[in-house]
């Protein structure tokens, strides 16, 4: 292992606590339509009423239905993993508020919502290889803007917005409801028209040959991809990132931690490879600043953070 490998991963590692970035995690989260079912499921839990059981019965596979995807990804096993993508993923943006981005593997898109809530003016790709998944991301995206773009109110007018619907509830249960006040004017204000959005695109692609020309982006994030890959395409996703990355860009990595992050973990860890993860051993055992590194694809290490189950690197392309 190289000096450059061995300093990196020997760096210490920071202990989270709730950040400003967690609470707007959070604050995204239950913006977004969630569907709280119990202790299992989180605020990601996803968009819309449950499809029908038949519907369920019918599109139940990780290619084709995303929102299965969306609420085994809810679970309370997975909403450990939310915090580090709070506190380290979204901050690690902050310098990019109107720079270009593009997401790896977005999946139904969560991540790009958090991402456009904290910094609404950035410009976003999502990169997805299953038209199915895309579709989710889609509808997801164009869900988050029209909440963005809803008349945003006062106080007073959010407070009477609030008791108007919950007295819509009422009414249709047959209670009785006392009148509500209704806003004055002054207090509603449309925010559209303060507020310009940055732009939001999907793409059909694969990681390992995106089809963008070279020096694209500003920042490249990717959160959980590489253990479902086999170690020949980490490697060709890492040249392809080194490549569409504008010098002085950053790489962030979001995936699980490798042996010897968590000692105590380790003799355990590679079980996770035994839930139709054939490639999860090859990547706990990878020592990923030499894929992505100055002796692998070219770019320099630049900060390293675990927080429970997750590891998050970032890596800039030099000027």
């Known amino acids: 292992m190289t000096s450059t490998a061995a300093r990196f991963l020997a760096g210490s590692f920071r202990s989270f606590t709730p ?8 604050r995204a989260s239950s913006r977004i339509g969630a569907h709280i079912r119990g202790a299992q499921f989180s605020a990601m839990a996803s968009f819309g009423p449950e499809p029908p059981p038949a519907k369920k019965a019918k599109e139940n596979s990780w290619d084709k239905n995303g929102d299965t995807f969306d609420k085994v990804a809810s679970s309370a096993a997975a909403e450990r993993n939310r915090q580090p993508i709070a506190d380290v ?7 990019l508020d109107c720079g270009l981005v593009v ?3 977005c999946g139904t898109g969560r991540f790009l919502t958090f991402a456009r809530d904290n910094y609404p003016k950035m410009d976003v790709t999502g990169l997805e290889l299953s038209p ?8 997801n995206g164009a869900y988050w803007e029209k909440l963005r773009r809803r008349k945003q109110s006062s106080p007073v007018g959010l407070v009477t ?3 108007s619907r919950v007295g ?3 009414k249709a249960a047959g209670l009785p409801v006392p009148p509500v006040p209704s806003a004055r004017r002054d207090d509603v204000q449309d925010e559209a028209g303060k507020e310009t959005l940055g732009s939001c695109e999907y793409v059909q692609a694969q990681a390992e040959k995106m089809p963008f020309p070279d020096a694209s982006f500003d920042a490249i994030t990717c959160v959980y991809l590489l253990h479902e890959l086999p170690p020949e395409a980490r490697r060709e996703v890492a040249k392809e990132a080194a490549r569409v990355l504008r010098p002085g860009g950053v790489l962030i990595l979001a995936d699980s931690i490798q042996l010897g992050d968590r000692p105590r973990m380790d ?13 999860y051993r090859s990547y706990i055992e990878e020592a990923l600043v030499e894929v992505f590194g100055p002796e692998g694809a070219g770019l320099e290490p630049w900060t390293k953070d675990l927080c429970s189950s997750t590891k998050v690197l970032s890596f800039r392309k030099p000027e």
């Open 19 to 26: 950040s400003r970035a967690t609470f707007a995690l959070n």
């Open 89 to 95: 993923v979204v901050p690690l943006l902050a310098h």
């Open 168 to 170: 819509g509830l009422a």
């Open 132 to 139: 199915f998944y895309l579709a989710e991301a889609r509808k």
């Open 267 to 279: 003799k355990n860890l590679g079980r996770f490879g035994d839930f139709n993860e054939p490639y």
């Open 103 to 105: 997401e790896l593997a």
């Open 161 to 163: 917005e609030t008791l």
